[in-house]
């Protein structure tokens, strides 16, 4: 059990009511994990939420050619692992503690149990991971234009038109 | 009105058990829209939900006066402008119709309204929502690796990376 006052700490919950975080610290486990824990494994099935609270977490990937990418450090607050809620997700990234962190661990089996059992709750939280993903996957095309819009070949396209 | 049968060839009802899909099917319209129909574009106020029957849709964004970028082209059984389904959002994208299409829409105030009624219905329609972004997420994380694994240096150049990342 987590109580409300560390759930709050993190952003994803920040928004969320007082009721709802009592149920869902009701099922949340605080855990400490030491540096160099290996949190989440790339291509294994996700089955717990993450959320740090204290410490720092990287986030990688092996390409296809077998080389190691680093793609993000995790800061207190940040969660991972939502895809969890949809069900056989496969983690798209390896996610090691960099140093000592302590984190909110979520179930989504007790998740999606908690949700069936109270659909207000469930379409709130939802909601929440519908708005994360939009806002990521927004980024992700302003970047994608943005590298575009930038890239030498456009100048070609411009001074070359068809 | 929509015949339920039409609402399970929709790929993000799939896990909509019967009796909710009886309600959608209630509220739904069934559209036709000839070539080239641009049904919303970009800073539009979105107020329809559409799930594609039959046809294509281009979802595409304009990067200068001469150049449009098509981000997505869906086929059946895909479905479009989820902002709708939310409050106060604004369309980011396009959407033309590539052929003629036939189309399920859902009238996004109507169904906000019926969400605070029938949380049930709420709670399947976001996982449906959250499991189709998912997907795409999914698809882009894929390509950025596969960029960025033929291409380190772009490593550098890319200012928000921590946005960009798959770990969500």
């Known amino acids: ?17 007082d009721d709802i975080l ?30 740090l609270v204290t410490g720092k977490i990287f986030s990688n990937c092996r390409s296809a050619s077998g080389k190691a990418l680093t793609l993000d450090e995790l800061s207190p607050g940040q969660t991972f692992g939502v895809s969890a809620l949809m069900g056989d997700s496969l983690a798209t990234f390896t996610a090691i503690c960099a140093e000592e962190c302590t984190v909110i661990t979520l179930s989504s089996d007790q998740m999606i149990q908690l949700f069936e059992q109270d659909f207000k709750l469930g379409y709130v939280v939802m909601q929440q991971v519908v708005e994360l993903f939009k806002s990521k996957m927004n980024k992700h095309t302003r970047q994608f234009l943005h590298s575009l819009a930038t890239h030498p070949a456009m100048g070609e396209i411009q001074k070359d038109p068809i | 009105m929509v015949k339920i049968e039409d609402l399970k060839r929709i790929n993000m009802l799939r896990k909509v058990p019967d009796h909710l899909l009886a309600i959608l099917s209630q509220e739904a319209q069934l559209s036709i829209y000839g070539v080239n129909t641009q049904l919303f574009t970009v800073g539009d106020p979105i107020d329809i939900y559409y799930m594609l029957i039959m046809g294509q849709v281009a979802l595409k964004v304009a990067l200068n006066p ?3 970028v098509i981000l997505d082209n869906l086929q059946s059984g895909q479905s479009f402008g989820s902002s709708a389904l939310l409050k106060g959002s604004k369309a980011s994208y396009a959407a033309v119709c590539l052929e003629p299409c036939e189309v399920i829409t859902l009238y996004g105030p109507r169904m906000i309204e019926l969400f605070e009624t029938h949380p049930e219905l709420a709670y399947y329609m976001m996982v449906g929502v959250a499991g189709q972004y998912k997907k795409t997420m999914d698809v882009r994380a894929r390509m950025i690796i596969k960029t960025l694994d033929m291409h380190p240096e772009l490593n550098h150049r890319i200012d928000d990376i921590e946005q960009l990342t798959p770990a969500y």
């Open chain 2, 66 to 68: 001469d150049v449009d």
């Open chain 1, 22 to 51: 009592e149920k869902i610290g009701g099922i949340a486990q605080l855990e400490t994990f030491d540096e160099e824990a290996i949190l989440v494994r790339q291509d294994q099935k996700l089955h717990l939420i993450y959320m």
């Open chain 1, 1 to 17: 059990m987590v109580g409300i006052d560390i759930l709050k700490k993190i952003h994803f919950l920040q928004d969320l009511s």
